[in-house]
């Protein structure tokens, strides 16, 4: 039974000029007209909205007449795109819908008249509230101010029922957990498990976005808890079932490697990705490198890589961008330096360029999220520190990390006889180390006279024997 609307006198923020404007067309047009969805959550919490969405009695092919520039996104389902003065609006018929027999979409919609029915179809009672753009007054059928000055994520009608139609809904009640710090309703809660096998129908572009999300959140550890917890990991992130009753290691022995990792992913910065996903599986290929020497102390040989390893094929399974996975990757392969004060300004400079200059800050955050994952929250280390001053430094003495800082090139080595392909290869690589050594032969007359050193002494001889008949 569709309870009757809660009218509620709207006083909150300012709706946008334009976005009044366009209500107008409807309303004049002798159409019934809503801001619902995520918008009315923020204004109901006196946040600023982002994006607006409409719910109209009128069909796809009435709106159509009413605006310059509508794009038909989503016809199938009553939905067209209104762009409006600069304005991007998502419109959609009021509809219900039949049963979710795959767990994903409803088999069938069916298009509505009554604003409190579409609402009922919503996913969670922060979300099922409207705006009546013609009365200025808030519709809120399901209690959702309620829930959101009570601090909970709460399913409209049956938990079960609705986490079970689309079990995408199972992850965004999570990402909402997290994103406002808001509790699971207990019957909310309570539905996740038994819904969580139905992960398996949405596709891992859509998990991608929701983690996404979660990933952005001031404390995403809570949303792995409860992935954990729920049984929700098996069916979105399998990889990290093995870490969740493996060992950290020695230095942290009574912690689990599971938490070890949502905790380092805590202490990295919300607005960081890369460094985000670095901090979370830095350490995923502990078990399968897990040993103990003979006086029983635990090894991980070689953990770097098996980590680096998996993280790439978790993130290419999940669709994240190439850049995103390379970054991820280096990140988690490197993150193993340990740095002392007695290493050279040579050391210095070798270190930074295996790992690339752009990849050091990151390297020492990581380093440092990583002691706060066993540790709990800590000052950065008077050793990174270091590290970091020791490193800008040498990038402002303006010394070469890579082959392409050299002072000279292929061509210039060519034109003293150094042929292209391997050889040339070896010879920039062993210039490279040089001027590691010493930058200050980082000149093109030194650069050649070293290169022409080096050809004659190392590979002209090689090509003499080679050219020698049988």
Sequence with gaps: MIPDPELIPYRGTRLPQRLEEAAQVFIQAGYQVYLVGGAVRSLVMKRAPSDFDLATDAHPHQITPLFRRVIPTGIAHGTVTVLYRGLSLEVTTFRSEGTYSDGRRPDSVTFGTSIVEDLSRRDFTMNAMAIDMKRQVLIDPYGGRHDINEGQVRAVGDAATRLGEDALRILRAVRFSVQLDFALAPDTLAALAPAAPKLSAVSVERVRIELEKMLASPQPSR??????????????????????????????????????????????????????????????????????????????????????RIASELLKRLCFPTRVIRAVEHLVLHHMFFYEPSWSSAAVRRFIARVGRDSVGDLVQLRHADSCG??????????????????????????????RDLAIGGNDLAAIGVKKGPEMGKVLEELLETVLDDPDLNTKPRLLQIARRLYETRFQPLVRRSEEPN
Excluded: W
């Design 223 to 308: 949303a792995f808890r409860l992935f954990r917890d729920h049984g929700i990991l098996a069916h979105i992130l399998p990889e990290f079932l093995p870490c969740i009753s493996a060992n950290t290691g020695d230095d942290a022995p009574e912690l689990p490697l599971y938490e070890h990792l949502i905790r380092s992913m805590d202490a990295t910065p919300d607005n960081r990705l890369e460094l985000r996903l670095a901090a979370l599986l830095h350490d995923i290929g502990k078990p399968n490198t897990e040993t103990r020497d003979t006086d029983g102390s635990l090894r991980f040989i070689g953990h770097e890589k098996e980590s680096a």
């Design 374 to 403: 066993k540790h709990g929250p800590t000052k950065p280390s008077p050793l990174l520190n270091e590290l970091l001053q020791r490193v800008e430094y040498e990038n402002q003495s303006a010394g070469a990390f890579t082959i």
